[in-house]
């Protein structure tokens, strides 16, 4: 599954429970931005603290 920004760029890459596999950066980055994020295959939003929760403050602090 696919995470895009609002302007369809790809920024991230997680797995089919929404594991996040790529783009822990590039996430961090955009959620620090306030960036609005979408499951690029059904348009709906990312849920961020999700994503937060698994990897802990580590993620917040990348950016």
């Avoid at 822990?24 to 709906?44: C, I, N, Q």
Wanted: glycine share 10%.
């Amino acid at each position: 599954m696919i995470i895009v920004d609002e302007d369809g760029e790809i920024i991230a890459t997680a797995s089919d429970d929404h594991t996040l596999i790529g783009g822990h950066h590039r996430l961090a980055v955009a959620a620090s931005l306030g960036k609005k994020l979408l499951w690029r295959h059904t348009g709906e939003p990312v849920k961020l603290d999700n994503f937060f929760k698994h990897y802990g403050s580590s993620l917040r602090h990348s950016a």
